[in-house]
């Protein structure tokens, strides 16, 4: 499979079978995905894995602070609100799951509390006296990921709400404080059977984002 084909039908996946993945596996993605570039060769990553006990500790950790109504406090925030343009492909985004998912809003609240039952989790991370730039490197390095992952039969999915309690994953990984924790991107093997996969979105037309000039 190119390039090409990796990105047109690659999707989030949002249900996981429980098969594990190996280490050895974990390590050629990764290994590929550290070929993506930074600015400056600052190579501003660091990486964690959780799998197997552990993140099932860390998930546990994570359903008691929701029953405890504890707040989420990522350390990057959410946005304060979206654009209308942007509010308008989540509801279109949530209509076309609804067409093939009964339920999709509880579908998708309970999924996100057991990590879409991922058997395994990549935390992206970087040091908190870096900036948007480097924030940039870490949003590629996700895309090579995630085309590594897809190149070697695996499914994966970036989420917010694998990061949302951070003291948790410092606590369970070893994250340093000095350490944002950006992202966490589920990764395993997609449950094919499962009504929420059964969904893709569709994107904006090329022709509705790109601008270009002085090209013909």
Same mark, same amino acid.
Not at 12 to 25: I, Y
Not at 178 to 200: L, R, T
């Given at each position: 499979?190119?390039?090409?084909?990796?990105? &047109?039908?690659?999707?989030? $996946?949002?249900?996981? /079978?429980? !098969?594990?993945?190996? *280490?050895? %596996?974990?390590?050629?993605?990764?290994?590929?995905?550290? $070929?993506?570039?930074?600015?400056?060769?600052? *190579?501003?990553?660091?990486?964690?894995?959780?799998?197997?006990?552990?993140? /099932?500790?860390?998930? &546990?950790?994570?359903?008691?602070?929701?029953?405890?109504?504890?707040?989420?406090?990522?350390?990057?925030?959410?946005?304060?609100?979206?654009?209308?343009?942007? /509010?308008?492909?989540?509801?279109?985004?949530?209509?076309?799951?609804?067409?093939?998912?009964?339920?999709?809003?509880?579908?998708?609240?309970?999924?996100?509390?057991?990590?879409?039952?991922?058997?395994?989790?990549?935390?992206? $991370?970087?040091? /908190?006296?870096?900036?948007?730039?480097?924030?940039?490197?870490?949003?590629?390095?996700? *895309?090579?990921?995630?085309?590594?992952?897809?190149?070697?039969?695996?499914?994966?999915?970036?989420?917010? %709400?694998?990061?949302?309690?951070?003291?948790?994953?410092?606590?369970?990984?070893?994250?340093?404080?000095?350490?944002?924790?950006?992202?966490?991107?589920?990764?395993?093997?997609? !449950?094919? &059977?499962?009504?929420?996969?059964?969904?893709?979105?569709?994107?904006?037309?090329?022709?509705?984002?790109?601008?270009?000039?002085?090209?013909?």
């Amino acid at each position: 499979m190119n390039v090409s084909e990796i990105l &047109q039908t690659r999707r989030s $996946c949002r249900a996981f /079978k429980p !098969d594990s993945v190996d *280490q050895d %596996t974990l390590f050629a993605v990764l290994n590929d995905a550290l $070929c993506t570039p930074s600015w400056g060769n600052t *190579q501003p990553w660091e990486i964690f894995v959780a799998g197997g006990e552990v993140l /099932k500790e860390i998930n &546990q950790a994570y359903l008691a602070n929701t029953k405890n109504h504890i707040p989420m406090s990522p350390d990057i925030p959410h946005p304060k609100s979206y654009p209308a343009a942007a /509010k308008e492909h989540i509801k279109e985004f949530m209509a076309g799951v609804s067409l093939v998912a009964e339920d999709a809003v509880k579908l998708f609240g309970e999924l996100n509390q057991k990590f879409f039952y991922a058997p395994a989790v990549i935390y992206l $991370c970087m040091d /908190k006296s870096l900036a948007t730039w480097s924030m940039f490197d870490l949003g590629a390095l996700s *895309q090579s990921i995630m085309l590594a992952a897809a190149e070697s039969g695996l499914a994966t999915i970036p989420a917010v %709400t694998l990061v949302h309690y951070p003291e948790i994953l410092r606590n369970k990984l070893g994250i340093p404080d000095n350490f944002s924790i950006v992202i966490g991107i589920a990764i395993g093997y997609e !449950d094919k &059977q499962h009504p929420i996969n059964k969904f893709k979105s569709a994107r904006r037309p090329v022709a509705d984002v790109a601008t270009i000039k002085g090209i013909e």
